[in-house]
C-alpha cells in the first residue's frame, strides 16, 4: 500500500470511529467513587492523536502564578524517566520500546495513529548524566552515564548500587558518586517479562524505605487478553525483588500497566500509578492512583474498579472477580499517567507539598482529549484529598489540534524543583518557586552528550 493511500484509508477510519457517546466531564471521575457509565462495544474504537508539533523559540508548558518554568536541558532523544542522584546529579532516560508486531488490522492502525504523536521517534536507550555544580538551573557538564541499553525506564539508587529496569531485566551497575560514565557491564539481578509481544514494555522501579527488596511495575500483554491468556504469564502486576538474592515474587497483580512506584514518606506504604483499559468508550476506564496492599488483585482483566466485570474476556472468571479490590483514587479515564513523585521534599509553595504530583501523558482514544499536563493530588493522614490541581498545561497548542510536548517522568531535583521529561518536545522541564533567579538563557540547547562512548 502506498503512504498516500494508507493516509487515505487511516483518515477514512478515524473519520468512521469519530462518533461516539456523550463525554463526560473529568471531574465527575476524581476520586474513590467515579462516575461508571455502561462500555460501549467498536470494530475499531474512537481515535484522537494530535501531531507533535514541538516547542517555538521562547514557548514553554504553562503554570499557575507561583511557579516558574524554564528548560532545564533540551535537545535529547524521547527522555522517558528523570532520577535525582544523592549528590545533584540528574539522570535522564532516553528510551523508547521495541517494535511490536501486528496480529490485528486494528493493532496497525493504532499503532500508525500513535506513531503521528511521536511514540515511533528514536530514542537513544541509554542514561545521560546531567550536573548542574553550582545550583544555578543550568547543567555545566552533559555525559552518556550509559549506553546500549536495551529499552530502559526505571532507575533507583540504593547505596552504591545502580539498578536500571530494562524491557528484560534488572541490572546492576557499580556507582561511585562524582564519576560521569560507567563503563562496567551491567549484572543480570533478575529476568523480566518480555517478549516477543511485549505490548507494554516499560518497566517502572523503586526500592524499599530499608533498601532491603526492589518493586518493579509490570504491564500487560495486551489490552484485554486478546493475544491469548498465556501471554500474560507475571504481567499485569507488581513484582517485589529480594536485593541479595534475586528471588522476586508478586506483590500485587491485576495492575493493567503499572507505571509509577514510589513509597509515600508519611506511612511508608508503596503507591503506584496505573493506566488502565481501552475501546469501551471515552469515560471507561478510568486510570488511577492507588496504595499497593500485598496480594491483592485489583482486577485486570477480568473486572475494573472492583467488581465490574468486563464481559470481553473470556472465559469470564467469577472467581477472580470476587477477589477484586478497588484502587483508592481515579484520575479520570484515559489521561495514561506515566510518572509520579512525592512532594515533601518539595521546594515549592506549600500547597503543593504534603502530596504527590502525577505526570498525564495523554490520551489517544478520547475526544475531547483528557490528559496532557501535570497534576498535584493533596494527601492527608498519607491518603489522597479533594480533586486533582492543574501543576503544568500548555503541552497542547491553544486550539487542541498539534501536541508540543508530552510529560512523562517527575523527579525533584537538588534543591527540591520539580524535573520534568517531555519526549515529544524532548526536554527536561524544571519547575520552581516563583521569583527565585531565572535561569540563564541560551546555554541548554547547545549542550551534547560528550565523555563516553555514543
Not at 50 to 60: D, I, M, R
Amino acid at each position: 500500500m502506498t503512504p498516500v493511500r494508507t493516509n487515505g484509508v487511516l483518515v477514512a477510519l478515524l473519520m468512521v470511529t469519530a462518533c461516539h457517546p456523550k463525554i463526560a466531564d473529568p471531574s465527575t471521575q476524581y476520586g474513590a467513587n467515579p462516575e461508571l457509565p455502561a462500555p460501549q462495544q467498536y470494530v475499531i474504537p474512537p481515535m484522537q492523536v494530535p501531531p507533535s508539533a514541538g516547542w517555538g523559540k521562547g514557548e514553554t508548558p504553562v503554570v499557575p502564578a507561583g511557579l516558574q518554568i524554564s528548560a532545564f536541558a533540551t535537545d535529547f532523544e524521547h527522555p522517558r524517566s528523570v532520577y535525582t542522584l544523592p549528590n545533584g546529579d540528574v539522570l535522564v532516560v532516553e528510551t523508547n520500546g521495541p517494535k511490536a508486531p501486528i496480529y490485528r488490522p486494528k493493532d496497525y492502525v493504532e499503532g500508525k495513529v500513535k506513531a503521528m504523536a511521536g511514540s515511533a521517534a528514536h530514542a537513544g536507550n541509554r542514561i545521560i548524566l546531567l550536573r548542574d555544580a553550582n545550583g544555578d538551573g543550568v547543567p555545566e557538564q552533559r555525559t552518556v552515564f550509559i549506553d546500549h541499553l536495551n529499552s530502559p525506564f526505571g532507575v533507583v539508587l540504593v547505596g552504591n548500587d545502580l539498578y536500571v529496569a530494562a524491557t528484560d531485566a534488572i541490572l546492576k551497575f557499580p556507582y561511585v558518586p562524582g564519576e560521569t560514565h560507567i563503563s562496567a557491564p551491567g549484572v543480570k539481578v533478575t529476568d523480566l517479562p518480555a517478549g516477543p509481544i511485549n505490548h507494554h514494555w516499560t518497566k517502572s522501579l523503586t526500592a524499599s524505605p530499608d533498601g532491603s527488596k526492589l518493586y518493579v511495575g509490570v504491564g500487560s500483554n495486551s489490552n484485554v487478553t486478546e493475544n491469548g491468556i498465556a501471554a500474560e504469564t507475571g504481567r499485569a502486576a507488581i513484582w517485589e525483588v529480594d536485593r541479595a538474592t534475586g528471588f522476586k515474587r508478586i506483590f500485587a497483580s491485576g495492575t493493567r500497566n503499572p507505571t509509577g512506584l514510589a513509597f509515600e514518606p508519611v506511612t511508608n506504604k508503596l503507591w503506584t500509578i496505573v493506566n488502565e483499559r481501552d475501546e469501551i468508550g471515552p469515560n471507561l476506564v478510568p486510570d488511577y492512583l492507588t496504595s499497593v496492599k500485598e496480594n491483592a488483585f485489583y482486577g485486570w482483566p477480568y473486572s475494573y474498579f472492583g467488581q465490574h466485570v468486563d464481559v470481553r474476556v473470556q472465559p469470564q472468571r467469577p472467581d477472580m472477580v470476587a477477589k477484586a479490590i478497588a484502587p483508592d483514587y481515579a484520575l479520570s479515564s484515559h489521561v495514561a499517567p506515566l510518572g509520579m513523585v512525592f512532594t515533601e521534599a518539595s521546594s515549592l509553595p506549600a500547597s503543593y507539598r504534603g502530596g504527590v504530583l502525577v505526570s498525564e501523558h495523554g490520551s489517544w482514544d478520547r475526544s475531547p482529549l483528557n490528559g496532557y499536563k501535570v497534576v498535584y493530588i493533596p494527601f492527608r493522614d498519607g491518603r489522597p484529598t479533594g480533586s486533582p490541581q492543574d501543576v503544568v498545561t500548555g503541552f497542547l497548542t491553544p486550539d487542541g489540534t498539534h501536541s508540543r510536548g508530552r510529560p512523562v517522568g517527575v523527579t525533584l531535583d537538588h534543591s527540591g524543583a520539580l524535573l520534568i521529561a517531555d519526549d515529544v518536545g524532548n526536554v527536561v522541564w524544571r519547575v520552581t518557586a516563583a521569583g527565585g533567579p531565572a535561569p540563564r538563557a541560551g546555554t541548554v540547547a547547545s549542550a551534547s552528550p560528550k565523555g563516553g562512548p555514543g
